[in-house]
């Protein structure tokens, strides 16, 4: 019989977008505190869309970026390079090109929403960052979706019928409403033990402080 692992857990909400660099940012150097300090954490990732409006075709992201926040195109190369500097640095491989596009991410968060249940969110929420900014893949693309769900473990025809169903359509409004009610505006946000709001990703050392900060009050 295995015994049961010593480490303390830790509860983390994050609400996140699959598009979002800085949330798979944030999860790395989460991840590296976690690996340091010798912590588990529960973790739940929750909806979030940084472009609720966007069309089913996508747009250029650096169009997107320019549009948006009036980047110019030397100010978003340098968020680029700055981006694949952080992100080979833990790991993880940022694929920039001009054909980069931004796509509409609401059906994969309910695949997401749907794989909760099914006990492999983490593991898709993963898959679908690799699909998207290191394989340069649509994740609003059902098959690329679908792919997704196999990576992770999942049946890909009961995810094929999980989306096709809509029937977290409803769960997924639902708890974006949730998190903008209470005032998140921008991800990563991480809700350590239910108490400590961290927006942005904020490195591993301050991941840490709040970590043994949430240990120190449990004990």
């Not at 491989?93 to 796509?103: K, L, M």
């Not at 968060?109 to 006990?119: I, R, S, T, V």
């Not at 961290?198 to 050392?205: H, I, N």
């Amino acid at each position: 019989m295995t015994s049961p692992d010593p480490r303390p857990i830790v509860q983390i909400d994050i609400v996140s977008d699959v598009v979002c660099p800085w949330c798979i940012v944030g999860f790395r150097q989460l991840d590296l505190a976690l690996k340091q300090q010798n912590i588990l954490a529960k973790l739940r990732w929750h909806p979030f869309e940084l472009n609720p409006n966007m069309a089913s075709e996508g747009q250029n992201l650096r169009e997107h970026i320019a549009e948006k926040y009036g980047s110019s195109t030397e100010q978003s190369q340098a968020m680029r390079d700055r981006l694949t500097q952080i992100g080979a640095d833990l790991g993880f491989t940022f694929a920039f090109d001009e054909e980069s596009r931004i796509v509409n991410t609401f059906a994969a968060h309910q695949l997401l929403d749907w794989a909760e249940a099914q006990g492999r969110q983490h593991p898709l929420k993963l898959a679908l960052f690799e699909a998207y900014f290191t394989n340069q893949k649509d994740v609003s693309n059902i098959d690329i979706l679908l792919e997704a769900a196999e990576t992770a473990g999942l049946d890909r025809n009961a995810a094929r019928a999980a989306l096709e169903s809509g029937a977290h359509v409803g769960p997924v409004r639902e708890k974006q409403q949730y998190w903008t009610s209470r005032g998140i505006s921008g991800v990563p946000s991480m809700v350590f033990g239910g108490k400590y709001l961290l927006t942005g990703a904020q490195g591993a050392d301050t991941y840490a402080q709040v970590l043994q900060r949430c240990l120190t009050e449990a004990a």
